[in-house]
């Protein structure tokens, strides 16, 4: 059974950084490119950032380049998600996912292309 479990969400103040961490099992974790996204109340699910297989490869939304960074180690089936300069309209739950790519350089940044998914875990950003 595949399982993604989030951690490292909180309540920080606007400037902050966290580090999301994205835990996988019952995967062979490196065969999967991992993505990050969130979802704000009353707002629609929006990519954040997405990795290769390899973590050769990484995408990011605009609203979050330059400020955020993915990476993974596949040696702990670990996808992360380092938050830098944190504004208040990055409050939103964030859920990792997961899907199965050949291609050890593709990555993914739609979410109806994502097979596996986490719980989320919440940020909130205040002023």
């Known amino acids: 059974q595949v399982q993604l479990v989030e951690s490292g969400g909180g309540s920080v103040q606007a400037g902050d950084s966290l580090r999301l961490s994205c835990a996988a099992s019952?995967?062979?974790?490196?065969?999967?490119?991992m993505g990050w996204f969130r979802q704000a109340p009353g707002k629609e699910r929006e990519f954040v950032a997405t990795?290769?297989?390899?973590?050769?490869?990484?995408y990011y939304a605009d609203s979050v380049k330059g400020r955020f960074t993915i990476s993974r180690d596949n040696a702990r089936f670990t996808v992360y998600l380092q938050m830098n300069s944190l504004k208040p309209e990055d409050t939103a739950v964030y859920s990792c996912?997961?899907?199965?790519?050949?291609?050890?350089?593709?990555?993914?940044?739609?979410?109806?292309?994502?097979?596996?998914w986490g719980q989320g875990t919440q940020v909130t950003v205040s002023s």
């Open positions: 990795i290769s297989r390899s973590g050769g490869s990484t």
């Open positions: 019952g995967v062979i974790f490196s065969n999967y490119v």
């Open positions: 996912a997961a899907v199965f790519r050949v291609s050890n350089s593709a990555y993914e940044s739609r979410a109806g292309e994502m097979q596996y």
